[in-house]
């Protein structure tokens, strides 16, 4: 596994020892570790990963037109294989106190803002070392207390194969100011449909009264592995918004780690998964209500075909003295074939008296009544199927907030129900 | 709101049944070797297939290690402090009726409000009563004998139904299941055997009464119970413990077989002693339960009030193999003062159309630390199956905790399963509501606390779902939320 770091860059890092210490300190999880209980990693470690190649001028801008979303305006970051490449990306005009950047130059421009936050949120794992010891790039993203951003700011994951499985580690820091507002759309996806992993690190920081909205969209190929381990701090009276759509790859584990840190902030997670033949999608959410006032909701609904795998595993934990924390969690699961399978674990903690804490689940099939309906009217078996999912899926894809995201999203998994067709009796 | 004071008084209140029996016992020098094991089958006067049996679960316990997921915390157990065997002085020659049984031993009884010749005539249950390690008194054997059932202790099993043992014995919670219910296994002293025939709905309900007494000794207690074909089957499990400081360790494995329309309903309440207000003391309760529905629309209901032991680790399970089999658990866990408790269930489909349901209401007081921790398992041929799980807690004062972890397994796409948890407090409107009706704090808080337990205690035999009431109220007077 340490064949995918090594990169001629980490030397800059004073955090980069630590991880490669890290590396060799840390054990690789087994389905024995309660957190990789469902899931396995033997898959990705049958692959001989190396560190990704530098693909910046595998495509041009024709190519890039075929990628973006018409009518989406945006201030656009494009990365190739975890690579910045301003080329391809377009911010446009930002504000005074907002900066968007490579996070590579901004280290090693010796920015002693972006040096003091890096590496400062994430939470311990060894895909967390791994990135850090081998990460290539990454983006950057400051506002200043007060600056709001109007157009969402896009991330554009592309990952392009080369003869031998890559690894791309691409690595965000996202800090607002107070008062500060922003929206950011991250988008992974590949042009071919080579083995690679995206082994991801976000770290987001929220200032008092900060608001985040943070739209993310897994689209990698169906070969992909990918990673996201995404940790978040909320100081008092900030709200975040997080929708995570996942479509994409072969093996996918995404981690969501939330601290409060200040009273009165506000943690949506809202979450779309849709597995088919031969996916595994893996959720772990880890909401902290560290101080008293909070209010967290997770909401994850999933559709299984073919023989498609869902882990959802989420846990809140109210600790002593948190009192008034407001805990919602939810995972909805549509079975639509034999051979699927979801095995989900919410999980609350709570060390506190004067809370609201609940969660649900379910587990079900589209039901025969609402089927019977719909054909009553005329429409066709198949289509009746695909509205009724679409429908469970909509609670979803109606959390994202610009229209022409919405119906990408709502195209993609009419698509991937299609596709699946034929698991659907 | 908040009468921390109340609270106090609550926490610190004695332990209602803590009083000692003297009783001369005939006990075991403390320490586990295989001689031992040799030593409690031979007292026992076991035949050898019980004592090999035993010897391989003891080498198989030498193998293993103790867990250590649950959300329990305790020193180490020192297991070579324990004695494993002992019996009341009189059970060389077993009483025949009750004229015969120690009238201490009675009066303990007494005491803990079980009169037993009351009951034999007012609630015609029968009782088999065990007193530390052997059963010293058992009743009604006769009208029971006339219907086919065989109710008796396990160890006068082994020797008058050596066959069904052999069979039975080990087959739902095996030797090397768990670090426990190995332990068990190899140093069981004794228990209940229960069989129902075919088509036989037992005319009673059975109960039995356990008792820690001896001073140091672990109780290892073993039920076994099979309802044949269309037999029913009603099983009462209480427990109370007299006072003591060290801490003492109840490893039971309770086994339940149900074949084909048959239904065994088995009510726990268990109120031993939780230990003082500094959490010295009290039992450790490791219990291993499990019921296996082997034949189709077979039925195990359980249902559980635990209010006492200092830690409970106990997760009745139901196997459902057979088609349209039902497992269901309801429990209501009451944690206070130092408490631990880690339990739930685990509903394991195997077979179509099984159907599953499972409600725990968890109340947790002072220092008290309470995890569900349950399993529900569809399998991939588990068509049509269903799971409905509710999980609520109760919080009561800002020291206490409740988890909830539950999993869920999903592997048939026509399964439905819904799991709902949710974790409140007793809100100041409903007993501000209460009160303006002139109820006093306490009857309030008692009325919303039994409220909110009503689901489970519907599911209890009326003479137990009295006691569980009596109980609650005691467990949690004048805490107020």
Partial sequence: MTGMISNGFSHWLTAAPDAHKQLFELELPTTKAEAWRYTSLKSLLEQNFTPAEDAANAIQSDDLNKILIPDLMSHRVVLINGRYVPELSALGDLPTGAQIGSLRAALASHSEMVRSQFNQYAFNSLFTALNTAGLNDGVAVLLNRAVVLKNPIELIHISIGANQPQVAQPRHLIVLGDGARATLIERYLSLDAAIYCTNAVIEIALGRDAVFRHERLQMESENAFHLTGLSLKQNANSHYLGVNIGLGARWSRTELVTNFAGEHAECDLQGLYLAGDGQLMDYHLDVTHAVPNCTSRENFRGILCGKGRAVFDGRVLVAKNAQKSDAAMSNNNLMLSEGAEVDTKPQLEINADDVKCSHGTTVGQIEPEKLFYLRSRGISAPLARRMLCLGFAGEIIHMLHEEVLRDYVAEHVGQRLEFSATGLS | ?481
């Avoid at chain 2, 049996?53 to 316990?61: C, N, S």
């Avoid at chain 2, 090397?176 to 228990?191: E, H, I, K, P, Q």
Wanted: aromatic fraction near 10%.
């Fill in chain 2, 1 to 481: 709101m908040t009468s921390t004071s109340a609270v106090d008084e609550i926490v610190k209140s004695e332990y209602e049944h803590g009083f000692t029996t003297e009783i001369v016992s005939d006990t075991f020098p403390p320490g586990l070797n295989e001689d031992v094991v040799r030593a409690i089958s031979a007292r026992k006067g076991e035949p050898t297939f019980m004592t090999e049996w035993r010897l391989k679960a003891y080498r198989h316990w030498l193998t293993m290690t103790e867990p250590e997921w649950a959300a329990v915390h305790y020193p180490k157990i020192d297991f070579q402090s324990i004695s494993y065997f002992s019996a009341p002085k009189r059970s060389e020659d077993a009483p025949k009726s009750l004229d015969e049984i120690d009238p201490i031993l009675l009066e303990t009884y007494q005491k803990l409000g079980i009169p037993l010749e009351e009951q034999k005539v007012l609630a015609g249950i029968a009782v088999d009563a065990v007193f530390d390690s052997v059963s010293v008194a058992t009743t009604f054997r006769k009208s029971l004998a006339e219907a086919g059932v065989i109710f008796c202790s396990i160890s006068e099993a082994v020797h008058d139904y050596s066959d069904l043992i052999k069979q039975h014995l080990g087959s739902v919670v095996p030797h090397t299941d768990n670090y426990y219910a190995c332990l068990n296994a190899a140093v069981f002293s004794d228990g209940t055997f229960v069989y129902v025939p075919k088509g036989v709905r037992c005319p009673m309900e059975l109960s039995t009464y356990f008792r820690i007494n001896a001073r140091n000794t672990g109780q290892f207690e073993r039920t076994l119970i099979i309802a044949e074909e269309g037999a029913y089957v009603s099983y009462l499990e209480g427990c109370t413990a007299p006072q003591r400081d060290e801490n003492q360790l109840h490893a039971a494995v309770v086994e339940l077989i149900v074949m084909a329309d048959a239904e065994i309903k088995y009510s726990t309440v268990q109120n031993w002693y939780p230990g003082d207000a500094q959490g010295k003391g009290g039992i450790y309760n490791f219990v291993t339960k499990r019921g296996d529905c082997r034949g189709d629309r077979a039925k195990i209901s359980w249902t559980q009030v635990e209010t006492g032991s200092a830690i409970t680790w106990k997760y009745p399970s139901c196997l459902l193999r057979g088609e349209g089999a039902i497992g269901e658990f309801y429990s209501v866990a009451v944690t206070k003062g130092c408490q631990q408790a880690d339990t739930g269930t685990k509903m394991i489909h195997i077979g179509k159309n099984t159907r599953s349901t499972i409600v725990s209401k968890g109340i947790s007081a002072g220092k008290g630390q309470q995890t569900y921790r349950g399993l529900v398992r569809i399998g991939q041929r588990a068509e049509g199956a269903r799971n409905h799980t509710q999980c609520d807690s109760l919080l009561i004062g800002d020291q206490c905790s409740a988890n909830t972890v539950p999993y869920i397994e999903v592997k048939h796409p026509s399964a439905n399963m819904e799991h709902e948890a949710t974790t409140s407090k007793i809100s100041d409107d409903q007993l501000f509501y209460c009160r303006s009706r002139g109820l006093t704090e306490e009857d309030a808080v008692s009325m919303i606390v039994n409220g909110f337990c009503k689901e489970v205690f519907n599911e209890l035999p009326m003479e137990f779902a009295v006691e569980a009431q009596k109980l609650l109220s005691i467990s949690l007077e004048g805490a107020v939320g």
